[in-house]
């Protein structure tokens, strides 16, 4: 049975940080790619960041500089570090694992909100 777990999120103050989890189990991890993705209410689940099994990572415009996606495969676990958050971050922030041959799983979601 394939899992995708979050944790880290929480209610934080505009300029602080949060360092979200993903651990993965049920899948080889390594082989997958990895991504994060935010859902504002009433918005569309966008792409926040992805890392390839390789570790190349790619970042939405309006993260950049301020998150870092990270990987480590001996605890089949991916991360999202957040500095710098804006009002703006404040969505639930899902974990989304794909495979080479395109199957797809995502995650439960985690609530992140930053007061102004």
């Known amino acids: 049975q394939v899992q995708l777990v979050e944790s880290g999120g929480g209610l934080v103050q505009a300029g602080g940080s949060l360092r979200l989890s993903c651990a993965a189990s049920?899948?080889?991890?390594?082989?997958?790619?990895m991504e994060w993705y935010r859902q504002a209410p009433g918005e569309q689940r966008d792409l926040v960041a992805r890392?390839?099994?390789?570790?190349?990572?790619n970042y939405a415009d309006s993260v950049k500089d301020r998150f870092t996606i990270s990987r480590d495969n001996t605890k089949n676990t991916v991360y999202l570090q957040m500095n710098s958050l804006k009002p703006d971050d404040t969505a639930v922030y899902y974990c989304?694992?794909?495979?080479?041959?395109?199957?797809?799983?995502w995650g439960q979601g985690t609530q992140v909100t930053v007061s102004s």
């Open positions: 049920g899948i080889s991890f390594s082989a997958y790619i």
């Open positions: 989304y694992a794909e495979s080479p041959t395109r199957r797809a799983y």
């Open positions: 890392i390839t099994r390789y570790g190349s990572t």
